[in-house]
């Protein structure tokens, strides 16, 4: 038996999967019990009358090539938040396995371990040494039973990039008995390159990547899942089969075409030379206790009185996150990095 099916839901791995509607698009489709016109009239040329491509091949070649691994590893998602889901359902089984987290991290992993009735077990990141992780702690603490151990990297809500060389040894030390689920949301914002180019080698390592971030199409909710192959074609077997909307994927490749990427790119020269300003700036403030250095799109920033911060940003018509509620973070708020105009505001609000 494969390590995937070893590893997953006997239950998922022996599921007759759905079988959508065959996807012929030379022929006129009167077989998946459409109405032959479109909302915006008669000729449908929209496309909106018809169910869209299940996995759509364009957007999933396209996505294949952004992050430079092979289709066949690629798994499209309503954001990336769905593939976390996946995750959980297909490797979980409730009252049995468990899943492994490193607070304070993005709270969807534990969220939807629990939901799927897996144990979360929680290995917190070192602060003292800038949230890196604690991987003889995490290693430790994996019994047979944990099958996912997600890492963030830049992480959410603490911005920084965990170390490549640290994630690699704990993916291998892992081998065959969990996968090891690296999550770079946030990757375009760093100054370091993805670590799917070592899913290959370590195929127990899979990668998740979104558009909602730097690509600006949080509102559209694409996402991917880049993995061993047999990871992606068990997935496939529980996502639903329409999953990705037609709007979704029309956004998506006119981002990915090439007007579109290099105004993007402008724009990202733009945030980064922003979330510089903003850090240079927020650390002399007198209510700033500390500004915490930052790979991606956000900044966590300590405050002497966080309530205060919050309230002031508030009555500047600005809304920040309130990171208070993450352990260890008691006066803590996020900052994502606004417009130059919205920055300033932020910065008067908080002189
Ligand atoms: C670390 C991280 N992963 C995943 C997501 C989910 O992103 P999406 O579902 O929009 O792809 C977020 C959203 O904030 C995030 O911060």
């Known amino acids: 038996m494969s390590w995937v099916n070893a590893l997953a839901r006997a239950d998922i791995v022996a599921l007759k999967v759905y079988e959508h509607a065959a996807w012929r698009p030379e022929l006129e489709r009167l077989h998946a019990n459409e109405l032959p016109w479109s909302p915006a009239g008669e000729d449908g040329r929209d496309g909106l009358n018809r169910y869209p ?65 897996a144990e979360v077990i929680s290995v917190p990141l070192r602060a003292e040494h800038g949230f890196a992780l604690d991987e003889q702690a995490l290693l430790e603490r994996c019994t047979p039973a944990t099958k996912l151990v997600f890492l963030c990297s830049p992480n959410n809500p603490t911005g920084n990039l ?20 690296l999550d770079e949301a946030y990757i375009e914002f760093a100054d370091r390159p993805s670590l799917a180019a070592h899913i290959g080698a370590q195929p127990n390592l899979a990668v998740l990547r979104t558009l909602s971030k730097a690509y600006g199409l949080a509102g559209a909710r694409c996402g991917a899942l880049l993995a061993d192959p047999q990871v992606i074609t068990l997935l496939r077997k529980i996502i639903p089969p329409y999953a990705i909307p037609k709007l979704t994927v029309d956004a998506a490749l006119a981002r990915l075409g090439p007007a579109a990427m290099q105004s993007g790119r402008e724009r990202l020269a733009t ?35 966080a ?45």
């Open 53 to 117: 491509q299940p996995q759509p091949r364009a957007l999933l070649e396209g996505l294949a090539r952004l992050y430079g691994v092979a289709s066949d590893s690629v798994l499209l998602g309503r954001g990336s938040d769905e593939a976390i889901d996946l995750l959980c359902r297909a490797f979980c089984r409730a009252g049995q396995d468990a899943v492994l987290v490193c607070p304070p991290t993005f709270g969807m992993y534990a969220v939807s371990a629990r939901i799927q009735g």
């Open 162 to 181: 965990l170390d490549a060389q640290t994630v690699l040894r704990i993916a291998a030390a892992l081998a065959g008995r969990a996968l090891v689920v």
């Open 271 to 305: 945030l980064l030379a922003e979330r510089a300003r903003l850090e240079r700036e927020l650390t002399p403030l007198p209510l700033v206790a500390r500004v915490w250095p930052s790979a991606a799109n956000f900044l966590l920033v300590e405050f002497h009185d």
């Open 307 to 351: 309530q205060s911060a919050l309230d002031r940003a508030c009555a500047a018509g600005l809304l920040v996150r309130d990171a208070r509620g993450y352990p260890g973070l008691a006066r803590a708020l996020r900052v994502s990095v606004g417009t130059p105009e919205q920055n300033s505001r932020l910065l008067e609000a908080w002189s």
